[in-house]
């Protein structure tokens, strides 16, 4: 039984809670236990490391542009993109970025993983 995988689902279909935030510069400050349990694993941890080396290579550029789309103003954007697991298996998936409410003026925001396949 697997329950907690199951709470992965619904949070990650949710989107509403942050999984990870990154700063300015694309690079993890915080993650959640979801994200270590999907992400990590029992690898290195994510933390200060570019959210970009976590994304296909051949989708980086979804991704830049997502981002980019949030400092011209966009209060969200979603990326879809192929994900690295803890595994080292490529999955589907959304991350969507969102502004961080309190940081209006800072280009800081919170990347949600929305679903992964």
Do not use: C, K, Q
Request: net charge positive; glycine share 10%.
């Amino acid at each position: 039984m697997m329950p907690f995988r199951t709470d992965i689902g619904r949070l990650a279909a949710d989107g509403s809670a942050p999984l990870a935030r990154t700063d300015a510069d694309g690079r993890v400050i915080w993650r959640n236990r979801v994200f270590r349990d999907l992400m990590e694993g029992d690898g290195p941890s994510r933390l200060g490391r570019p959210l970009r080396e976590m994304v296909e290579p051949a989708d980086r550029g979804i991704v830049e542009a997502a981002v980019t789309g949030l400092s011209g103003g966009a209060i969200h954007a979603d990326a879809h993109v192929r994900v690295r697991r803890a595994d080292g298996t490529w999955s589907d998936g959304v991350l969507r970025f969102r502004r961080t409410p309190r940081f209006e003026d800072r280009p800081e925001f919170l990347t949600v993983l929305l679903r992964l396949a």
